[in-house]
């Protein structure tokens, strides 16, 4: 069965470096999306990327969080310069074309541990 | 703003017996609900889309129900087994977004004992 993977599935960093956490969704996915979960807490959106561009994003994800789609294959979650409460399970999650009545598919996770 | 409740407190029922978890939501009318389960420390897997328009919807051992007027959705699974404890997760769509966009309940942890 297809899926989408995530590496690392674990990062530990220092307060203040960059990080990218990578995800390959599933390949006739159009739709992708990074969520997080802080431990104990909901599952909550990030931002979403259609058409090589963000859809949508939410007030989480302010101008020290990027993403991109490189290569067709690869998408990437960029943290420019991490805080103590970036700390998360950070999930990527693909749709297949049709909005409406998609599922989500999500990898297995990438915690980050800032210290 | 939209919010959706699930109940907090962790259910536990004997094996066999069916497990009922509830999701309730305020301030939109959704056109669908979708209940995902979350395995500790792993990502929230689908189960069950139910849509606006149908009352009930029925996969295996899991049924889901879908009540417009209460905004509630109620999740069984019937003849549980061990291997059903997790967190279940009740996701709405986002009420203005036309980008997939999903808002979870904080999910409600149920353990079966044999």
């Known amino acids: 069965e297809p899926e989408v993977t995530q590496t690392p599935s674990h990062q530990v960093t220092q307060m203040g470096q960059e990080v990218i956490l990578r995800c390959v969704p599933i390949s006739n996915h159009l739709y992708f999306y990074w969520y997080r979960q802080i431990l104990g807490q909901k599952v909550e959106f990030l931002v979403s990327f259609y058409n090589n561009e963000i859809s949508e994003k939410s007030e989480i994800f302010d101008d020290q969080f990027s993403v991109e789609r490189p290569d067709g294959s690869n998408f990437t979650l960029k943290i420019r310069s991490t805080k103590l409460e970036d700390s998360a399970m950070y999930f990527c999650?693909?749709?297949?074309?049709?909005?409406?009545?998609?599922?989500?598919?999500f990898g297995e996770g990438s915690r980050l541990t800032v210290l | 703003s939209q919010k959706i409740e699930q109940n907090s407190e962790a259910l536990n029922i004997q094996e066999g017996k069916t497990a009922t978890l509830t999701c309730n939501y305020t301030n939109y009318s959704p056109a669908y609900l979708q209940w995902y389960r979350q395995d500790p420390g792993r990502g929230p897997v689908f189960l069950l889309l139910i849509r606006e328009n149908e009352k009930e919807k029925r996969k295996e051992r899991l049924k889901v129900t879908f009540d417009t007027t209460l905004k509630q959705s109620l999740f069984h699974i019937t003849a549980s087994q061990p291997a059903d404890s997790a967190t279940y997760l009740c996701a709405l769509p986002h009420g203005s977004s036309n980008t997939g966009k999903l808002i979870f309940g904080q999910g409600t942890t149920l353990q079966v004992k044999p």
């Open positions: 999650a693909s749709l297949t074309g049709s909005l409406g009545t998609g599922e989500l598919f």
